[in-house]
């Protein structure tokens, strides 16, 4: 039975279920971040996806890129595995742009978290959610 990483959980807001992947926007508005997570059980690595899911997980995966790529135009996104600190296999997609506070290194620790207020989440989820649908 999949359950999300209490990490992921208390950092992230639940912007949809896909096929294969719980889509997060990570809650700091200084970048524009988005997490896929896998719902499958036991995934630590890429490598620990099935076969079949793989394709299915680049999919995903372009999905979000392309959405943030048309509402934010970002000089580079990031994708990423890492897990060093949350072992849950899942993979940011992050919007940079060369005026950010971490360019051109990662965005980790270089500023404190920033949380969306009230509004600002509202508009943002909507905009990321009308995204989605045009990039499928």
């Known amino acids: 039975m999949f359950v999300l990483n209490e990490t992921l959980e208390a950092d992230t807001v639940h912007l949809a279920d896909w096929p294969l992947c719980r889509v997060l926007l990570m809650n700091d508005a200084t970048y524009p971040w988005l997490i ?44 990423a595995a890492l897990g060093n600190m949350v072992p849950q296999l899942h993979v940011h997609v992050i919007a ?10 990662p965005v980790w620790g270089k500023v404190p978290a920033r949380p969306y207020d009230g509004a600002a989440l509202e508009e943002t989820l909507a905009r990321l959610r009308q995204a989605f649908d045009a990039a499928q």
Do not use: C, Y
């Open 36 to 79: 896929l997570v896998p719902m499958r059980e036991g995934l630590r690595d890429f490598h620990d996806l099935a076969a079949a899911d793989k394709p299915l997980a680049m999919a995903e995966i372009d999905r979000v890129s392309l959405a943030l790529q048309a509402i934010h135009g970002p000089d580079k996104l990031n994708v």
């Open 96 to 105: 940079r742009f060369t005026t950010d506070p971490a360019w051109p290194g």
